[in-house]
């Protein structure tokens, strides 16, 4: 079935660093890529997504890059803060439903 | 403008007992999906509403899990003979229109159901 697998499940970086977090996907239909944050006890936020026919797009600190022929795609964070701190997850949809398929997460600490 | 809300955010119950969860989805947003996540995971889908009707129920784990979304807005996930299995944040969430073009959704604060 699909399935979308993240790495790393936890990522410590150095304020000021960059972060980077890669999600695979198994459904070669898939054309619609968002990337969450949630913080502890809150909802998924929508931070930045990219569409199947675009290979990077970049919001300020934030980028996402897609590579459909490996189906992977990467959420990049330059200059990164401590109110970076969260868990970011990737998914992926395809089709007309827009079902979100999510990786596991990845658990982001910016030690100041 | 007001975002998805969820009824109750807390809800506790014992084992064998019925649960309703509401969720209310963002003026004239047309689809509204179900999202189930457990501790430490990533949500996973349950079920897709466009309008009224469930067009995609394949997330449901079994036949004790029932929703509705009789009028098109509001919708409730109903779960009958509760197991402690059962025990997560229910998430929803919902989108101005499903397929390609205008896939963002936006998620509710989740109601947090535990079963004792």
């Known amino acids: 079935g699909e399935n979308v697998e993240q790495h790393p499940s936890t990522l410590s970086v150095q304020e000021g660093d960059s972060a980077v977090i890669k999600c695979t996907y198994s459904?070669?239909?898939?054309?619609?890529f968002p990337w969450y944050k949630q913080e502890l006890g809150k909802r998924p936020q929508l931070i930045i997504d990219i569409r199947s026919n675009v290979g990077e797009k970049k919001d300020q600190r934030i980028a996402v890059t897609l590579n459909k022929t490996a189906k992977h795609f990467s959420l990049h964070i330059t200059e990164t803060q401590p109110e970076d701190s969260a868990v970011y997850f990737c998914a992926s949809s395809s089709g007309n439903t827009g079902k979100l398929i999510f990786g596991q997460g990845t658990t982001l600490q910016v030690k100041p | 403008g007001a975002g998805v809300s969820q009824t109750p955010s807390n809800k506790v119950t014992e084992k064998g007992k019925y649960v309703e969860l509401r969720c209310d989805p963002i003026s004239g947003h047309t689809a509204l999906y179900w999202y189930r996540q457990s501790l430490g995971q990533g949500p996973e889908f349950l079920i897709y509403f466009q309008g009224t009707g469930a067009a995609d129920d394949s997330g449901l784990p079994n036949d004790r899990f029932f929703a509705v979304r009789p009028e098109g807005s509001v919708s409730t996930l109903k779960i009958q003979r509760t197991e402690r299995g059962d025990s997560a944040v229910y998430l929803c969430?919902?989108?101005?229109?499903?397929?390609?073009?205008?896939?963002?959704?936006?998620f509710g604060p989740g109601t947090r159901l535990t079963v004792l």
């Open positions: 969430a919902s989108s101005p229109k499903a397929g390609v073009g205008n896939n963002e959704q936006f």
């Open positions: 459904d070669s239909a898939s054309n619609y």
